[in-house]
C-alpha cells in the first residue's frame, strides 16, 4: 500500500465484522475505518443520489455505505446520500449520462463503460495487462491515473477515484472452459458471450472466437436465464453477489482483465456545493476507495469457495493454460495498443513491473 491511501486503510487494524449480506452466509469483512476528521461547517443541506449496477451484498454497495456515513457524520447530517444499486436507476451508460445533464448526482461505473468519456480509460481494457493485484492498486494510484481522473473535466462529470471492481473471470452454462478453444468450441458452436459495451473487450472475446454480445448489466442475469447468452465475465464477488451461479454451472479462472471502478459525481452538484463540502467530498471518496479495495479482495476469495460449494464447477487455470490464452488475445494489442498510446501503455507496464520487482 503506497503512503495516498494506506492510512484509511491502516486504521482498519484487525478489528473484523461480519456483514449483514443478503447472503445465507457472510464473508468476514473488517470493518470500516473509524470515521475521524473535522466538521465541516454549515453550507446548507444536501441530499446526493447515487446509483450503480451491483446488489446490496457487494464491497461497492458497503463501500458507498460508509462513503454515506462519512459524509454524513463529517457534516452533522447536512450532506446526505441515497445509494441505489441494482440498476434501478439505469446502467453505467445511462447514469453516466444523467450525472452530465444533472438529473443524478453520483454514479460509480467500471472504467470501461466510461472510455467515450476518457479514452486512455481503455489500457484497463487490454488482456493481462496487470499481473497482480499489488501491481494494479499501484496503478491506481499512479500520477497516470489521476491524470485520467483529471481528463473527466468539462465533460460534466467530476471524477472523484478509482477503487477496484477487480479480475475477471468467465462463467457460463454449456461447458467447462480450460482453453480458447473450449470457448470457440471446435465441433459445437462458440460460446455467446455478455461483454460490457466495450470495444476493447469486444475485441477479446472475438479473438478467443466467442461471439460477444455487449448488454447492460442491468440485463444480464435475465438474458442468461433465458439463454439469450451462454455466459459473461465478472469478478467472483460479483458472481456471487448477482447470483449468477443460480443460472451459470461453469467458471474459469481466466483473470483475463482487471477492470476499476470510478466513483463519480455530477459536476452540477459539485459546482452546487461549498469548497469545504466538495474537499470533505473528495476525501470521503478517496478514504471509501481504500476500503472497497480492501473488502474486494477479501470478498473475491471468499466468493469463489462459496459458489463452489453452492455448486459452480471452476476450473483453475495453470501457467501454460493461462499463456494459452495470452497469446489468443494478441491481436487486441495490435488493434488497440495504437489507438490507446503505446506510451501510456509502457508507463502502465513499468509501474506494474516496479512492483513485481519489490517482491
Ligand atoms: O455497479 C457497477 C456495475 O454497474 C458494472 O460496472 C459492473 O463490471 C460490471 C459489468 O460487468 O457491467
Redesign the pocket.
Known amino acids: 500500500m503506497t503512503p495516498r491511501w494506506s492510512h484509511a486503510v491502516a486504521l482498519t487494524g484487525a478489528a473484523i465484522l461480519s456483514l449483514g449480506i443478503a447472503q445465507a452466509q457472510s464473508p468476514e469483512l473488517s470493518a470500516p475505518p473509524a470515521i475521524d476528521g473535522e466538521v465541516v461547517g454549515d453550507h446548507g443541506s444536501h441530499t446526493i443520489r447515487m446509483g ?3 446488489s446490496e451484498g457487494s464491497p ?1 454497495y458497503l463501500s458507498s455505505r460508509y462513503f454515506a456515513d462519512i459524509l454524513e457524520q463529517r457534516s452533522e447530517g447536512r450532506l446526505t446520500v441515497q445509494v441505489f444499486p441494482n ?1 434501478q436507476l439505469g ?2 451508460v445511462q447514469m453516466m449520462e444523467m450525472l452530465q445533464t444533472g438529473t443524478l448526482d453520483m454514479t ?3 472504467s470501461s ?1 466510461a472510455t467515450s468519456y476518457v479514452s486512455e480509460l481503455a489500457v484497463f481494457d487490454l488482456p493481462f495487462l496487470l499481473p497482480s493485484r499489488e501491481a494494479a492498486i499501484e496503478v491506481l494510484q499512479s500520477e497516470a491515473a489521476q491524470s485520467m481522473l483529471d481528463a473527466f473535466e468539462g465533460s460534466g462529470i467530476k471524477a472523484l477515484t478509482f477503487s477496484e ?1 477487480g479480475y475477471r473471470q468467465l462463467s457460463n452454462s454449456a461447458r467447462p472452459v480450460a482453453s480458447p478453444e473450449d470457448v470457440a468450441g471446435l465441433d459445437v458452436r462458440g460460446l455467446t458471450v455478455r461483454t ?1 459495451e466495450n470495444p476493447v473487450h469486444l475485441a477479446i472475446w472475438e479473438a478467443l472466437g466467442a461471439n460477444p454480445t455487449p448488454m447492460a ?1 442491468g440485463e444480464l442475469f435475465s438474458a442468461m436465464e433465458q439463454g439469450v447468452v451462454d455466459g459473461q465475465e ?1 469478478p467472483w464477488s ?1 458472481i456471487l453477489t448477482s447470483n449468477f451461479q443460480e443460472v451459470q454451472d461453469y467458471g474459469s479462472e481466466t483473470r483475463h482483465v482487471y ?1 476499476p ?1 470510478v466513483m463519480m459525481m455530477s459536476e452540477r452538484t459539485w459546482d452546487r456545493l461549498h469548497p469545504d463540502y466538495q474537499a470533505l467530498v473528495q476525501e470521503a471518496a478517496r478514504q471509501s476507495a481504500a476500503y472497497e479495495i480492501q473488502i474486494s479482495a477479501e470478498y473475491d476469495d471468499w466468493a469463489r469457495e462459496q459458489l463452489e460449494e453452492r455448486g459452480m464447477q471452476i476450473t483453475r487455470l495453470d501457467d501454460a493454460q493461462i499463456a494459452a490464452f495470452q497469446e489468443a488475445v494478441q491481436p487486441v494489442y495490435e488493434e488497440w495498443a495504437p489507438e490507446i498510446g503505446e506510451e501510456l501503455i509502457a508507463e502502465i507496464q513499468q509501474i506494474a513491473a516496479s512492483v513485481a520487482d519489490d517482491q
Request: proline share 6%.
Open positions: 450503480f449496477g451491483l461497492q440498476s446502467d453505467d460509480y461505473p467500471s463503460a471492481n460490457m448489466f465478472n460479483t477492470t471502478f
